[in-house]
């Protein structure tokens, strides 16, 4: 049985939610603060103590430079979506989500939110993935942007395609996250000529507040440092799909499998918009779905590409997370 057919909901349930996690680059200064007085900051401190970080320094007091550091920004985001993770638990009473998706590093968020990673682990693999590609970026300087447009994917894979063989330019196409949009990634001058080609082309562009070329070869040299990590930490079994990066495909079984895929996921494009069409296929019209963390980059993903009474909301503080639960749960 394909994965796909296999993840499809109960039909003895009403709906489905389905969670989605975002990634580095939705990180903001004082993105915590909503949540210092609720019983929930228990988390950040539980993840601090595992890490040997203070989280929730990075969390209210960390300004836009400081988090735009691959090393904090990760750690910094996946602690928040964790909080509001376990708020929403708190909250529904019984969350059992009917799928997960994260992207980029939100994908080691709906790792944890499925299971397959315990929350301390899950924050060990995080603070580990964010030093080696930080040391990544240092080998070589890298930076991202978003390109926007009409046939904006093909135009820019052919574009980066050409500059790599005429020119010997760093850069790819590392997000494929809707028909009209793209993320390149690369050494911080070939990123730059390819922008400067694709506006004059009418295409619009979106820097990233990132640093680093991320899933793109330029990340190669943070793989073994997080190959170390991966094997000593222990995986469990989905109680839910996890859509992966790397093959937009519902992955349920085979936790073991993840290994493999975490370390592909650095070099590797995030095939969004696949993931997004995998939602839809085991949705048959009985998904909702929750971006779980900071900003609303996903919910607004995703409702360009799914089906409009696939309802998404956005929760990242607690009056959305109570706003959401009277308007789906009560």
């Not at 903001?28 to 993840?47: F, I, N, Q, S, Y």
């Not at 300004?63 to 909080?83: I, P």
Request: hydrophobic content about 50%.
């Amino acid at each position: 049985m394909s994965p796909l057919r296999a993840a499809r909901l109960p039909e003895a349930e009403p709906f489905g939610v389905g969670l989605l996690f975002p990634g580095q680059g939705a990180q903001r200064p004082g993105m915590g603060e909503p949540w210092r007085d609720t019983p929930h900051w228990k988390v950040v401190a539980r993840l601090s103590e595992v890490c040997g970080r203070d989280l929730g320094r990075l969390l209210l007091h960390a300004g836009a430079e400081q988090l735009t550091r691959t090393d904090t920004a990760q750690l910094a985001t996946f602690a928040l979506e964790m909080v509001v993770l376990d708020a929403l638990r708190t909250a529904v009473g019984e969350l059992r989500p009917a799928a997960c998706a994260g992207h980029s590093l939100g994908e080691y968020a709906a790792l944890t939110a499925a299971g397959v990673l315990a929350p301390e682990d899950g924050a060990r693999l995080v603070a580990e993935r964010g030093a080696a590609m930080q040391e990544a970026n240092r080998l070589t300087p890298g930076t991202m942007a978003v390109l926007i447009g009409t046939d904006i994917v093909p135009r820019t894979q052919k574009l980066a395609a050409r500059m790599r063989a005429v020119r010997r330019a760093q850069v790819w196409v590392a997000n494929i996250n809707g028909a009209e949009q793209v993320v390149i990634s690369g050494a911080v001058d070939a990123v730059a000529t390819l922008v400067e080609e694709a506006t004059r082309g009418g295409a619009r562009a979106i820097r990233i507040p990132v640093g680093g070329a991320f899933h793109t070869p330029l990340m190669a040299p943070a793989g073994p440092r997080l190959a170390q990590a991966v094997d000593r930490t222990p995986l469990h079994p989905a109680h839910c799909p996890v859509i992966a990066n790397v093959d937009a495909r519902a992955h349920l079984h085979h936790q073991e499998r993840w290994r493999a895929m975490m370390l592909r996921q650095l070099v590797m494009p995030v095939r969004w918009a696949g993931s997004m069409r995998t939602l839809t296929a085991m949705a048959r019209g009985r998904l909702r779905l929750v971006e779980v963390g900071p900003g609303s980059t996903l919910a607004n993903l995703a409702r360009r590409v799914l089906p409009a009474e696939i309802p998404v909301r956005s929760v990242a503080t607690p009056a959305q997370v109570e706003a959401l639960v009277a308007e789906w749960w009560h």
